[in-house]
């Protein structure tokens, strides 16, 4: 069964860091991009970085300098590393990874909810 999942979320407070996961079964993430994205309540998800399948990076500019994405291929992890948390990057994190042969099949995992507050 493929799944993706993500964990890693919590409470902490402004100027803290946390570290959230995104996991995948049935494939694996060294062949295709994973995206991640947030979403505050009320609000539509915005997309806030990529890894691709050779480790490249991107971010908006809402959390350049403060998240980094990395990738354990051999673990099939991909990680967010979280710093210098505002409470504005309140919201639910979730990871889209792409598989298939042209990479245009895209699994979302269920969140992890990350509360930036004092």
């Known amino acids: 069964q493929v799944q993706v999942a993500e964990s890693g979320g919590g409470l902490v407070q402004p100027g803290g860091s946390l570290k959230l996961s995104c996991t995948a079964s049935g494939f694996a993430f060294n062949k295709c991009r994973v995206e991640w994205y947030r979403q505050a309540t009320g609000k539509q998800p915005d997309w806030i970085s990529v890894i691709t399948n050779d480790g490249r990076t991107g971010y908006h500019d809402s959390v350049k300098g403060r998240f980094t994405a990395s990738k354990d291929s051999a673990d099939n992890i991909v990680y967010l590393q979280m710093s210098s948390l505002k409470p504005e990057d309140t919201a639910v994190y979730s990871c889209?990874?792409?598989?298939?042969?042209?990479?245009?099949?895209?699994?979302w995992g269920p969140g992890t909810e990350v509360v930036v507050s004092s």
């Open positions: 889209r990874a792409y598989t298939g042969f042209s990479c245009d099949v895209e699994y």
